[in-house]
């Protein structure tokens, strides 16, 4: 166990690793029992020029200071999922409006703990036909699992929906997106859209794989907007109605609210979320600067799966145009002794802003309580 504040892990923790072998069963099963999983997701991995810049190195680019402080907290999961906004397309590296991240990004990224990695959002055909292949190939090579975009139809038939076994769990995941900023996917190359009679089919086919656990993770929602809107309510309901277990969203670069559906079933309840904001970015407009990493813990005895626990953690983006540090941190919003006056000030805006929504339109759902 961790405490967020201190980031000081028990011993337990300080002694645990996460395999590198990723999307199988492995000896993930032994550190916290056949009988239990832990999922963790986080918000949108972005990459402006400016964090492109601050990364550089003599020696090449260098963005494990960037999850350092969080670091714990994703190892500390049996799986731990992100929104991976951007393409590996190769030099020149750009950032918005068209993303090219350097390769080491990723590396830093799976460095930190990440196990899957959903590559289907509005950003994945800024590169176009190369960029999507090459982030393929980039995550193929690492082996990481990830899902959204795929080569062919081929490789999207073999992998999608993607099964994920850990810990005596078989998890299913779908990951689709709204749209490409206006950009055609180039064939015989596919993105995941938002179709739902597309969706149905992959429903159908997860069911059957035989998930403990079906997730959907949608990119969707109105940019800035802090409330969804009503396709999105109307879809995550119709998600529901076809098995989908939990939704986990992301795209609007801000926090959206939270929810557990039917807490008291003895499955546990259903988790809602539609947004979780940014994780990392050089975005600086209101409510931009953060974002909140999700857990869900749940056991499996008989054959029947229950979440027992749930919650957030709330993060934010530390931009060296503020800390005067050379590089961006990710840190939770708890540790006030890493940050200067002027994050903090930041900090508290962003903080005051999530809380009163949370306060407002979340049920059964809060911080993440161990």
């Known amino acids: 166990m961790l405490c967020i504040a201190c980031m000081i892990p028990c011993m337990s923790c300080a002694n645990k690793e996460k395999s590198p072998l990723r999307g199988t069963d492995n000896e993930k099963a032994e550190q916290s029992g056949p009988d239990s999983l832990s999922i963790l997701?986080?918000?949108?991995?972005?990459?402006?020029?400016p964090q492109i810049s601050a990364a550089l190195t003599n020696s090449g680019y260098n963005y494990d200071p960037c999850f350092e402080l969080v670091k714990p907290i994703i190892s500390d999961v049996d799986l731990a999922i992100?929104?991976?906004?951007?393409?590996?397309?190769?030099p020149p590296y750009k950032g918005y409006p068209c993303f090219s991240s350097p390769d080491e990004y990723l590396?830093?990224?799976l460095n930190a703990g990440f196990d899957v990695l959903t590559t289907g959002n509005n950003h994945c055909l800024d590169s176009r036909q190369q960029g999507l292949e090459r982030t393929i190939m980039m995550m193929d090579s690492l082996k990481v699992a990830h899902l959204g975009t795929y080569k062919d139809s081929l490789e999207r038939v073999k992998n999608y929906p993607l099964l994920i076994e850990r810990n005596g769990f078989r998890v299913v995941l779908l990951n689709f997106t709204y749209a490409t900023n206006g950009l055609r996917v180039t064939k015989p190359n596919i993105v995941n859209y938002i179709d739902t009679v597309q969706i149905a089919d992959d429903i159908a086919k997860a069911k059957t794989m035989k998930p403990d656990?079906?997730?959907?993770?949608?990119?969707?929602?109105?940019e800035y907007a802090l409330t969804p809107n009503k396709p999105d309510r109307e879809l995550a309901d119709w998600l529901f109605t076809k098995g989908v277990d939990h939704i986990i969203g992301g795209h609007p670069h801000v926090l959206q609210p939270m929810e557990r559906r039917n807490a008291t079933a003895t499955n546990g309840g259903n988790v809602?979320?539609?947004?979780?904001?940014n994780y990392i970015s050089n975005q600086y407009k209101d409510n931009t600067v953060g974002g909140a990493m999700v857990r869900l813990d749940f056991v499996k005895q008989d054959g029947k799966v229950k979440l027992v626990n749930c919650g957030y953690m709330l993060t934010y983006c530390s931009r060296p145009q503020n800390s005067g540090k050379k590089n961006y941190r990710i840190v939770p919003v708890e540790m006030d002794s890493v940050l200067n006056q002027q994050d903090r000030n930041i900090r508290d805006k962003?903080?005051?802003?999530?809380n009163n929504l949370f306060d407002k339109h979340n049920v059964d759902f809060g911080k993440y309580k161990e």
Do not use: C, K
């Open 350 to 354: 962003f903080l005051r802003t999530a």
């Open 213 to 222: 656990l079906l997730i959907a993770i949608p990119h969707w929602g109105i």
């Open 82 to 90: 992100a929104n991976f906004e951007v393409t590996l397309g190769g």
């Open 107 to 109: 590396h830093s990224i």
């Open 272 to 277: 809602l979320v539609y947004s979780l904001g």
């Open 41 to 49: 997701v986080a918000g949108d991995l972005m990459q402006h020029s």
